[in-house]
């Protein structure tokens, strides 16, 4: 399911307008960016669990050539999922 179908998925589900449900998708979309910037996380309770993890510096390898090369810390986005997700998957 890709953005457009779930914009589709949510204006069925709650009988509004594609424009309504496509402001409803985007509105939760920012709360989650904005929950990870400010506060590191974002829980929803029996879905899962967004969380921003660091990840340290390391010594990678270029494919090409084989050589060593220095990869910079940076921070990603990980999700662990929650019970009732899991068990309906």
Known sequence: MNK?????????SLHTSRSGAA???DAVLAGIQRGLRDDRSVTI????TFEVKERKARV??????GEPIEIAPGRRV????????????
């Open 4 to 12: 457009s179908q779930l914009i589709a998925h949510v204006g069925e």
């Open 78 to 89: 990980g999700f662990r999922v929650g019970k009732a997700l899991k068990q309906s998957v």
């Open 60 to 65: 990678g390898r270029n494919p090409h050539t």
């Open 23 to 25: 402001r409803i998708v």
């Open 45 to 48: 309770t029996g879905f899962g």
